[in-house]
């Protein structure tokens, strides 16, 4: 099964595709993981995309879709793949409709995960995330047992460079700009699912399993 989960940032993309991927075994591709990962190891294609991070723009796509042509292919991903914050843009989008096709495969469903503005910049604010495993924590919701020490490894936790409030506001904006018209793109292929994401982890994850488990019985 190929998931693609849309959404602004903050909507919960992260937090529910780990979830997912434990229950159906499924791959997740986060692009925004690897290049945090890769300008944290600092290589050649950290050093490229540094800029657009730190500034909440758009890597610009024939680099995102080099990365993904490269990580489709491991047989990992022939099992099923949660795509995270991937596609971003429509030529994304079509890309991804190419490369799966080319083997055979297709987007079985893209679920929208609906929040509001101002939830976008509190769930932005105070998130924070473990150095050492990515695992995400939200101060307020979903806050780690012992202050800033992530509960799984132990491991340290920081706000992203991109957690502050103007960074998230362009990232908001670059969102509608670029990203928000995948939903009309995905409904016209009817397999867009809206769901509610402003109930809690649970909740969310609740409604996002009804909804795979709708499509694997149809
Ligand atoms: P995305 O991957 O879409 O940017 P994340 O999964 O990283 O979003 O979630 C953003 C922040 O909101 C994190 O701090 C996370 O703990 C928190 N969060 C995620 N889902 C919910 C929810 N349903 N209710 C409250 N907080 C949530
Ligand atoms: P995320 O972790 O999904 O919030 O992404 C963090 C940042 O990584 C974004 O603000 C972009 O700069 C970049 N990024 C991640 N995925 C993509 C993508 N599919 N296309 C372009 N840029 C991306």
Excluded at 40 to 61: C, F, N, Q, T
Excluded at 103 to 118: G, P, T
């Amino acid at each position: 099964m190929y998931i693609i989960l849309l959404g602004p940032p903050g909507a919960g993309k992260g937090t529910q595709s780990r979830r997912l991927a434990q229950e159906y075994n499924l791959k997740i591709i986060s692009t925004g993981d690897i290049f945090r990962e890769e300008i944290r190891k600092e290589s050649e294609l950290g050093k490229k995309v540094k800029k657009y991070l730190e500034a909440g723009l758009l890597v610009p796509d024939h680099i995102v879709i080099e990365l993904v042509k490269s990580i489709i292919r491991y047989p990992e991903c022939s099992l099923g793949v949660i795509f995270d914050g991937f596609p971003r843009t429509i030529k994304q989008a079509e890309e991804l409709d190419r490369l799966l096709s080319n083997c055979n495969r297709k987007v079985d469903i893209a679920i929208n995960i609906e929040i509001s503005d101002e939830d976008v910049i509190k769930r932005n604010t105070y998130r924070r995330v473990c150095i050492n495993c990515g695992r995400v924590y939200h101060l307020i919701f979903d806050p780690p047992k012992t202050s800033d020490i992530c509960d799984f490894c132990g491991g340290k936790l920081i706000q992203r460079k991109d957690d502050k409030e103007d960074v998230i506001r362009k990232r908001l904006e670059v969102y509608r700009q670029w990203t928000r018209p995948i939903i009309q793109y995905y409904s016209e292929k009817n397999i867009l699912v809206n769901i509610d994401g402003t109930k809690n982890i649970d909740e969310v994850y609740n409604q996002i399993k009804t909804v795979i488990e709708k499509r694997v019985k149809s």
